[in-house]
């Protein structure tokens, strides 16, 4: 095994710690209800970072399914007054009726964000040796307030904010991508706080992995940055925005406010982007052949700080 794909003990060591106190967050009865598997999907998240793809997917699908079998079956009471546990009971009953019917999804949830984030971890270990440059951060900067922008200006529900974001992965890397992605979305929320409701770090990591998966897939493909194909990019941001926008969106959104909700949003989100996904792709190849030409984002990722 080469070296740079070797896990440190330390690492080994860690993530066993984060594991367990993965499968304790699930079980938890913390306060909101949600936190408790907000936090797993977190955790989860931190030891595929922290080992890869392949570890990271099986300690999710593990944490996930053993958490949610004691949140579920084996659930404890808060210690409160009698007043107040009277009122929290019907809301943490069907909260929890509402995990007992997405059970299984939890379950695929947690391995599929321990396995993309330990094949974003594995991205991360390649860049160790290639420092962070002004440029690189410059370029970020100037994406992440493109996303911003294109956000606000927004007609109805209709909205191409996540083409910068996207865009960032395939110019500067994955590792950029998921960092222009998690940043606008904080920036946007400071910007329009009720524009997308409660701030939540769930849809932030949506947002992070619309631009890292996009690209990861090409690369999967054998697409190289500047030579990027139309139908491996379509391919990487028809995945992405499944995997987020459609399905890890709306299932937040069921964990997060309950309800039967999960269909309606999941449909209406699958339509929008049966029609944005193709743009996407036309303008990540069409812009990208002109602006590559311009400027050598190649030499920003590879270049060497001074």
């Known amino acids: 095994m080469e070296k740079n794909n070797q896990i440190k003990m330390q690492n080994i060591i860690f993530a066993s710690i984060i594991f367990v106190l993965s499968v304790f967050a699930f079980w938890a009865n913390a306060k909101p209800i949600e936190l408790g598997v907000i936090t797993g999907i977190i955790l989860i998240a931190i030891i595929g970072l922290l080992t890869n793809k392949f570890i990271g997917g099986i300690a999710g699908l593990i944490s996930a ?42 379950i695929i949830l947690g391995a599929a964000v321990g396995f993309i984030s330990g094949l974003f971890g594995e991205k991360i270990k390649n860049r160790t040796k290639e420092p962070i440059t002004t ?83 090409a690369q999967l493909l054998r697409d190289k940055y500047p030579n990027y194909t139309f139908w491996k990019v379509l391919v990487g941001i028809f995945i992405g925005q499944m995997l987020t926008s459609v399905i890890m969106v709306p299932f937040f959104r069921v964990i997060l ?29 069409s812009v990208g052949e002109v602006l590559y030409k311009v400027i050598d984002f190649g030499t920003i990722r590879r270049s060497k700080a001074h």
């Open 65 to 106: 399914g053993i958490g949610m079998y004691l949140k579920i079956y084996k659930y404890k009471l808060p210690n409160m007054k009698p007043e107040k546990l009277a009122e929290f009971i019907p809301g943490f009953e069907n909260y929890i009726a509402t995990l007992s019917k997405y059970m299984i999804a939890i």
């Open 257 to 285: 406010f309950g309800g039967n909700t999960f269909i309606y949003f999941a449909g209406k989100a699958f339509v929008k982007q049966i029609v944005s996904i193709p743009i996407y792709a036309v303008l990540i190849t």
């Open 135 to 217: 440029n690189m951060i410059v370029y970020s900067a100037i994406f992440v307030a493109l996303s911003v922008v294109i956000n606000s200006l927004r007609v109805g529900e209709i909205s191409f904010g996540g083409f910068p974001i996207i865009f960032s992965g395939f110019a500067l890397g994955p590792v950029a991508g998921f960092v222009v992605g998690g940043v606008a979305d904080i920036v946007g929320f400071l910007i329009r706080p009720s524009a997308g409701g409660s701030f939540n770090p769930l849809f932030v990591l949506t947002s992070a992995l619309t631009g890292a998966i996009p690209v990861l897939v």
